[in-house]
């Protein structure tokens, strides 16, 4: 076996060899260093006839479900979802019901203001009736929420934890947002 001494220059005899690409990368941000060597290797083909190519992803498999992994399957084939997921999906549900009814409250206050004719004493007794019922049962159901809120945070992961809301905060914005008639 002939003895090669490594540390001297390497002989450039072939044109095949590569040459190397030093300072190419000078200035340029990471992002664009990992872009330019997935192009570079595209180019190449070496993402072509790769395990899977051009098929969909196999994404029944939950690989954080653990041991609730069969409950998980059992309730998706059946068309539902996790107790902690169908509670954030309600929360949500009945938080912008309450939103949309105090804007139809907040537009009714709008077109009877803006109307020629004041509006009549039966009308401004009947619209104040409405705000006052319609803040009171905004009230119970943000408190209503924040308990089912404290529930959801306690059983789900941090990740799904849902801020409480601040229901004199709420409830003051929609007093300001649509007061009572004098």
């Not at 051009?54 to 399957?73: F, I, R, V």
């Not at 999906?89 to 709008?110: G, N």
């Not at 009736?129 to 905004?138: C, H, L, N, R």
Request: proline content about 7%; some cysteine; glycine content about 4%.
């Amino acid at each position: 076996m002939d003895f090669k001494d490594w540390r001297k220059a390497p002989d450039n005899t072939t044109d095949e060899q590569a040459t190397p690409k030093i300072g190419r990368y000078r200035g340029k941000q990471y992002y664009d260093y990992i872009d330019e060597q997935i192009r570079e290797a595209q180019e190449r083909g070496e993402f072509d006839n790769l395990p899977g190519a051009g098929k969909p992803l196999n994404l029944d498999q939950n690989p954080y479900s653990g041991d609730k992994a069969m409950a998980y399957s059992l309730l998706k084939q059946n068309g539902y979802a996790p107790p902690e997921v169908e509670l954030a999906k309600e929360l949500r549900s009945r938080f912008e019901k309450a939103q949309q009814k105090l804007e139809k409250l907040r537009q009714q206050r709008i077109s009877l203001n803006s109307r020629r004719i004041p509006p009549f004493k039966s009308e401004t007794r009947a619209f104040n009736d409405a705000v006052g019922k319609a803040t009171e049962q905004y009230d119970q159901l943000l408190r209503e929420l924040n308990r089912k809120i404290l529930n959801l945070n306690l059983m789900a992961p941090s990740s799904m934890h849902m801020p409480m809301f601040d229901v004199e905060k709420l409830v003051q914005e929609f007093r300001e947002a649509c007061p009572i008639i004098d």
